[in-house]
């Protein structure tokens, strides 16, 4: 499974963008799909999640009502859309896939995107 991740930059707060993340590989589908973040100096934190076969989605506390998984499977490409931005969402941002049920421990996914930096000016 191959991930890229894509569509950060620098915001405004309140402003809102969306990250994309194309899948490729013979497998993938039986994966779940999951965003993650990481700010400097702190641990990187799951965001959302969602499941390609069931459309199954998780959040992250801080980020309902903001954020939005989804999936166009005709694209192969799980998006996150965030609005309502705030400063502290300010992160390097990485979508994943595990190949078992969707989990928010990053430990348990198999492969990872390369990032996308956000940036979210006060």
């Known amino acids: 499974v191959q991930l890229q991740a894509f569509g950060g930059g620098l915001v405004q707060a309140g402003d809102s963008l969306k990250l994309s993340c194309a899948a490729s590989?013979?497998?993938?589908?039986?994966?779940?799909m999951g965003w993650f973040r990481q700010a400097p100096g702190k641990e990187r934190e799951f965001v959302a999640g969602i499941s390609w076969s069931e459309s199954r989605t998780l959040y992250a506390d801080f980020v309902k009502d903001r954020f939005t998984i989804s999936i166009n499977n005709a694209k192969n490409t799980v998006y996150l859309q965030m609005n309502s931005l705030k400063p502290e969402d300010t992160a390097v941002y990485y979508c994943?896939?595990?190949?078992?049920?969707?989990?928010?421990?990053?430990?348990?996914?198999?492969?990872w995107g390369q990032g996308t930096l956000v940036t979210v000016s006060s």
């Open positions: 994943a896939a595990v190949g078992s049920i969707m989990t928010t421990n990053d430990n348990a996914y198999d492969y």
């Open positions: 590989g013979r497998t993938f589908r039986r994966y779940a």
